[in-house]
């Protein structure tokens, strides 16, 4: 099926750092959402976005929606342990159908060795 | 209840048996769906249903799957004559609204194993 472009598709962090992760599609969007997943759980959903342009923060993490509508990036300031996961992104289209949410394949954050 | 419930936790299937997996959503949530995420990859849409209305089942790879939600509350996804291609974590999430614009809550999962 359809998936949005996501990069990287996996980085290191060391405590403290900043990090950035960003999603691409080809297709014009009228939301974009960031998901986290953990081992053996469902994804919990961090961030919403409705409006291109939109920049919205949740604690550490912020989220812009792209002008064009076809991308979106989520940052993390000032990483802790617990931000290892991976991290999806999620588009819908209003002219599609209201249940579907199209993600990305996932960066996986993890922590330096 | 508090969160979205999915069992079992765990289905491990001999290829050609037929399974059914459960989803309890949150209390009162009109929106329910169903995704598929293969190992290392994204979930992926399979069908969405309003109250016990099935809206859209376009995701659903075949017509072995079938889904349904009679009462408007707990939903059941059936997966008949399984194949290994079908082994998967199959989540479920509700919503209070209608669709997922706003998005929602997803449950745990079920791994399903067919060997």
């Known amino acids: 099926g359809q998936q949005l472009n996501q990069s990287p598709q996996s980085m290191f962090i060391q405590e403290g750092e900043d990090v950035s992760m960003n999603c691409t599609s080809s297709?014009?969007?009228?939301?974009w959402l960031w998901y986290k997943q953990d081992p053996g759980e469902g994804p919990v959903l961090l961030i919403a976005?409705?409006?291109?342009?939109e920049l919205t923060s949740n604690g550490r993490l912020t989220a812009q929606f792209g002008i064009t509508r076809k991308d979106s990036f989520l940052n993390i300031s000032a990483s802790i342990p617990s931000d290892v996961g991976i991290y999806f992104c999620?588009?819908?289209?209003?002219?599609?159908?209201?249940?579907?949410?199209?993600f990305g394949k996932g960066t996986k954050l993890s922590v330096k060795p | 209840g508090a969160g979205v419930s999915q069992s079992p936790r765990y289905k491990v299937a001999k290829r050609g048996q037929d399974v059914a997996l459960r989803c309890d959503p949150i209390s009162g949530h009109v929106s329910l769906f169903w995704y598929q995420q293969a190992l290392g990859q994204g979930p992926e849409f399979l069908t969405y249903f309003q109250n016990e209305a099935q809206l859209d089942k376009s995701g659903l790879p075949s017509d072995r799957f079938f889904a349904e939600r009679p009462e408007g509350s707990v939903s059941t996804l059936k997966i008949q004559r399984t194949q290994q291609e079908d082994s998967a974590v199959y989540l479920c999430a509700s919503s209070s609204g209608q669709g997922a614009i706003y998005g929602y809550t997803f449950g745990s999962g079920t791994r399903l194993t067919v060997v």
């Open positions: 297709s014009i969007f009228n939301t």
């Open positions: 976005l409705y409006k291109a342009g």
């Open positions: 999620a588009g819908m289209n209003y002219g599609g159908s209201q249940g579907n949410l199209i």
